[in-house]
């Protein structure tokens, strides 16, 4: 092999690989979702009740406590699920039980669910319970969406107000 | 399985390096010096890094603005910085993995190699950690989406009190403290990543951190003209409001990211542990089976230091002296470190074939494999050789000379031989030519057997090949396992030239006679022979 023939086929080599590494850090692009379509994201923490009342101690087991931690309540700390329905177009596509986050479960539970949906209007309804009641809801909405075409429309809940937001 | 896989990958790199190694050389070829050039494209990286770090603004708006600037209004410097910074990143992605598939195809994460393998591991972690944080940075679409499907994968995990993922969902929601925050992560995090390099290759003697100049500045040049010609730009600035729906991706560093669409990220987290975790136990299935360490001989040892110098594995240290001997060190081998490769061996200057004691003992061997027995196998190989010219091939195990039939005496390395093998069986009219063939020149399995014979043999390393031997009658083949024909054709080659030479034995170059039992047996070294 000449010297030429090497430094051309050095060359080639180099050429090669760094033409892989210009083009493939930025194509093929990637397309997340169909064309003409947008996302909606449930997404909020919010903690529900404790999952049992506060309960009244006895004499007997307040006696039992240490005299610099004697109390008159006891309160679990656990949380209960929150339970959440989102409906579109009159059909329910998401529902679940989400539990309490933390190693005691006393923390907030939390939701983030991506639905991709084509663009156009829709009838959204989301419901959630975080009492102890089995049936109904303690929050709901209802409102008529209209999705543009790679719109990111997200539904939050504001724990404080009780309210949730579109935006 | 693994054993197929291994063997496949390694054709495949065969193929290539036995290419490169004629277009570029041994020495240049850049699929030998893959860590080396791993180094140094993370130091390209780190370079422009901190250059661009003089322009780089952190806040919601300036992020995203000040790399505009800099890309831009400074596509000159700032702006080709930052595309060396892009491609050098994405190069070194490439040298990581091409890296790890050729170390495991050549069997070199196995037995003592272990720890340099799953030091691998965390590398690969921080290296992704790092690239994704500063793709996080830019804060354009690309930007967006690598921010959103990152913390949906964290989110994933039950590790966290609030989603993070609803930092990124709508406007009002992000600080700029967050860019402050990344931008320490994308300092930090490749100050691990040379943390860990530095570790992988603490227990390699001798380690390539540097690629040779010429190469180093074949790649510095392509990677700038690679930048004029196609500068990494941004993607549109990030909106909250918009999913990312559209980027264009760096395939090198997010593959797995659309995987989250069509998986979901339960099934992504369960690849990467599952690679993880296998790439974690590979040096144990199977483990290696390993010959016994060397063993030192304190009788035969003078701490001269030899041994420590060339073990490519830093097995051997020299200790101070524990037998009264008026020397101030002896060797000391460490057994969890030592392949039995019998590189030592042939360092020793000890280690010499003449040696006239009753049995042949030297400062250091291997009980698997001593000099003694490898003397013997050399005489009863001399034995076996009819055709003139007679040619013994001391060849390493896994070499393309292993597989030759007739006349060769394998070795785990070639170095093992100390020179004077060489001297020994042409002095004693065991052959009329000796062939060392070890593995591919820029795939020594033992790292340094090539280098440290090749240096022997030219007299610039200890122990010397002696000035009375006849540079005509020993030649060197370098060739891999897979590269037989090679081997022979370079064999062929040898012998041709040696047939043009003189007989050492007058009597050995008529055929009647070369192939008489009573003639091709050698004479084998008498007890308390003099060396002569």
């Given amino acids: 092999m000449t010297k030429a023939t090497r430094q051309c086929g050095q060359f080639l080599v180099i050429a090669v690989l760094f033409a892989m590494a210009a083009v493939f850090s930025n194509w093929p692009v990637y397309r997340q979702i169909p064309q003409g379509s947008g996302i909606v994201v449930l997404s909020f923490v919010h903690g529900a009740d404790r999952r049992a009342d506060c309960r009244r101690l006895t004499p007997e087991e307040i006696a039992k406590l240490a005299p610099n931690m004697r109390r008159t309540e006891e309160c679990p700390r656990r949380r209960r699920s929150l339970y959440v329905e989102l409906d579109l177009g009159g059909d329910t596509i998401y529902r679940a039980n989400l539990p309490p986050t933390g190693i005691a479960g006393d923390g907030p539970s939390r939701a983030h669910q991506r639905f991709v949906l084509p663009a156009g209007s829709f009838d959204v309804a989301v419901r959630l319970r975080d009492t102890s009641r089995s049936e109904g809801f303690d929050y709901m909405r209802t409102e008529r969406i209209s999705l543009a075409p790679d719109q990111m429309l997200v539904i939050d809940f504001n724990s404080a107000t009780g309210e949730f937001i579109f935006r | 399985m693994i054993r197929a896989i291994r063997g496949a990958l390694r054709h495949g790199f065969e193929i290539i390096e036995r290419a490169f190694d004629r277009l570029f050389g041994p020495a240049m070829n850049p699929v030998a010096q893959l860590g080396a050039l791993g180094f140094f494209f993370f130091w390209v990286v780190a370079v422009s890094g901190i250059y661009l770090f003089i322009f780089f603004d952190t806040g919601i708006e300036r992020a995203y603005q000040s790399v505009e600037y800099l890309t831009r209004d400074h596509w000159y410097h700032a702006g080709v910085m930052r595309s060396l910074h892009r491609y050098a990143s994405d190069l070194m992605v490439v040298m990581v993995v091409v890296h790890m598939l050729r170390e495991f195809s050549y069997d070199h994460y196995r037995g003592v190699r272990w720890f340099s393998w799953l030091t691998g591991l965390p590398i690969i972690w921080l ?19 690598v921010a959103l499907v990152t913390s949906e994968l964290l989110d994933w995990l039950p590790i966290f009190g609030e989603p993070i993922a609803r930092n990124f969902i709508s406007t009002g929601t992000l600080t700029s403290r967050f860019f402050t925050l990344m931008v320490f992560m994308h300092v930090a995090v490749p100050l691990f990543l040379l943390l860990g390099m530095w570790v992988h290759i603490l227990r390699i003697s001798r380690p390539k951190v540097n690629p040779p100049r010429l ?15 196609k500068p990494a730009l941004s993607q549109g600035p990030a909106d909250l409001a918009r999913a990312p729906v559209e980027v264009g991706l760096d395939w090198f560093y997010l593959p797995l990211y659309p995987l989250t669409d069509f998986w979901g990220r339960g099934a992504v987290w369960a690849l990467l542990g599952t690679f993880s975790v296998m790439f974690a136990l590979m040096p144990w299935l199977p483990p290696l089976r390993k010959a016994k360490p060397a063993e030192v001989d ?21 200790v101070r002296r524990t037998d009264g001997m008026p020397f101030p060190t002896q060797a000391e081998v460490n057994p969890s470190l030592c392949v039995s490769c019998g590189i030592c061996v042939g360092a020793c200057p000890s280690s010499t ?4 004691s009753e049995e042949l003992r030297t400062g250091i061997d291997l009980p698997d494999y001593p000099l003694r027995l490898l003397r013997e196998r050399v005489v009863e190989t001399a034995s076996t050789l009819h055709v003139s010219p007679r040619i013994m091939v001391l060849a390493c195990e896994r070499g393309g000379g292993a597989g030759h039939v007739g006349g060769a005496v394998t070795l785990p390395c070639v170095a093992m031989a100390p020179p004077s093998l060489i001297d020994f069986i042409l002095s004693r009219d065991l052959a009329d030519g000796v062939v060392i063939a070890g593995c591919a020149e820029s795939a020594c399995y033992h790292r340094f057997g090539i280098v440290w014979t090749t240096q022997r043999l030219a007299r610039q390393r200890d122990p010397y090949l002696r000035a009375r031997v006849s540079r005509d009658r020993f030649a060197t083949i370098w060739s891999s396992a897979l590269a037989t024909k090679q081997f022979e054709h370079e064999l062929a080659d040898f012998r041709r030239r040696l047939a043009a030479l003189a007989p050492t034995r007058p009597e050995a170059s008529t055929p009647s006679q070369n192939h008489a039992p009573a003639a091709k047996m050698p004479r084998a070294p008498a007890e308390n022979e003099a060396v002569p």
Avoid: Q
């Avoid at chain 2, 290296?127 to 989406?145: E, F």
């Avoid at chain 2, 040892?301 to 594995?313: H, I, K, L, S, W």
């Avoid at chain 2, 074939?353 to 006239?356: A, C, N, Q, V």
């Fill in chain 2, 353 to 356: 074939p003449f040696r006239r």
């Fill in chain 2, 127 to 145: 290296l992704y950690t790092s690239g994704i944080t500063g793709y996080w940075l830019v804060w354009d679409r690309l930007a967006h989406y």
């Fill in chain 2, 298 to 318: 304190l009788k035969h040892c003078n701490g001269c230091t030899r041994c420590a110098e060339d073990c490519p594995y830093e097995a051997i240290r020299m």
């Fill in chain 2, 215 to 229: 190469l180093a500045a074949m790649m510095l040049l392509a990677l700038i003209g690679v930048s004029l010609w």
